[in-house]
C-alpha cells in the first residue's frame, strides 16, 4: 500500500507520422491522495496533452499511467472507460455543457452513465449545486448563466461520481479575475475536504492555491 494516487512513469507522447512534434518528452510525476497540484506552462508545451494522458484519454507513444496502483493503458478499452467514469472528473477549459439541459440536468447525466436511480441523482445534483453556491441557478440553462457560474456547473458535473481525482485543464482561462478568484476558493474548499485536485494554468495567482507547481517547458518537467 502508498499513497500515491497518481504515477506516471517517462510519458512521452509524440503527434504526427511524417512531421512529428514530441508533445511530451519522459515526464515522471507523482500525486498523493488528498494533495492539490498545479501544472504550469506556455502555450503549446504540453499541459493539456499531459492532463488528457492522465485521465485516460489518448494513448501514450512510450511510458505509463498509473492510477490508485492500476497500469492504466494495460486495461482493455471498457475497463479504462469504466475507471475513467469512476475515479477520474474533468474540467474542460470551455466548459462543454449540454445547451439544452438545465444545471441540474447536467450534473444529473453524468451518474445517468454509471446508471446511478433518478431520485439519487437529483439528491446529489442538488447537493454538489449547494456545495458550489449555485443551487439558484438548478432550472437555468448554460445560456442563461455566467462564465463563472457556468464553470461552477462543469465542476460539479465532473464530481457528480465521487472521482478520486479532479483533473482541470486552464478552468479559469475564460473567466475575469474576480470569477476566477471566486472559483479558485471552491477549488480550495474542495481541496480541503479531501479531494485530489489536479489543476493546469498558466496564471501564476492561480497556480499559487496549490500545494506544489510543476512546471512544463518543451514537453519536460523543469525545476
Ligand atoms: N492532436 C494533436 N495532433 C498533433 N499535434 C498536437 C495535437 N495535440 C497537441 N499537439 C501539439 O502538441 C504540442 C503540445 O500541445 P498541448 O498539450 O495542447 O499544449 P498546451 O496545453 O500546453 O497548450 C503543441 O505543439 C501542439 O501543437
Ligand atoms: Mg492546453
New binding site residues.
Given amino acids: 500500500m502508498n499513497d500515491i494516487l497518481i504515477k506516471t512513469e517517462n510519458l512521452t507522447k509524440v503527434?504526427?507520422e511524417k512531421i512529428k512534434?514530441k508533445?511530451l518528452d519522459n515526464v515522471s510525476l507523482e500525486v498523493k491522495k488528498g494533495e492539490f497540484i498545479a501544472i504550469m506552462?506556455s502555450?503549446?508545451?504540453?499541459?493539456?496533452?499531459l492532463l488528457h494522458l492522465i485521465s485516460g484519454l489518448d494513448n501514450p507513444t512510450s511510458g505509463k499511467v498509473f492510477i490508485d496502483n492500476i497500469d492504466i493503458y494495460k486495461l482493455k478499452e471498457s475497463e479504462l472507460t469504466e475507471l475513467r467514469c469512476k475515479k477520474i472528473g474533468f474540467v474542460f477549459q470551455s466548459f462543454n455543457l449540454i445547451p439544452i439541459l438545465t444545471s441540474r440536468e447536467n450534473i444529473e447525466m453524468a451518474m445517468m452513465l454509471l446508471g446511478i436511480p433518478q431520485g439519487e441523482q437529483e439528491e446529489k445534483a442538488k447537493r454538489l449545486l449547494k456545495l458550489l453556491d449555485i443551487e439558484s441557478k438548478e432550472n437555468s440553462k448554460p445560456s442563461e448563466l455566467s462564465g463563472g457560474q457556468r464553470q461552477r456547473v462543469a465542476i460539479a458535473r465532473a464530481l457528480a461520481n465521487n472521482p478520486e481525482i479532479l483533473l482541470m485543464d486552464e478552468p479559469t482561462g475564460n473567466l475575469d479575475s474576480k470569477s476566477a478568484e471566486d472559483m479558485m476558493k471552491h477549488i480550495k474548499k474542495l481541496n480541503e475536504m479531501g479531494q485530489t485536485i489536479v489543476i493546469i494554468t498558466h496564471d501564476a495567482n492561480i497556480a499559487n492555491y496549490a500545494h506544489k507547481i510543476y512546471r512544463i517547458h518543451d514537453g519536460q518537467i523543469v525545476f
Fill in positions: 503527434y504526427g512534434t508533445a506552462g502555450s503549446g508545451h504540453g499541459k493539456s496533452t
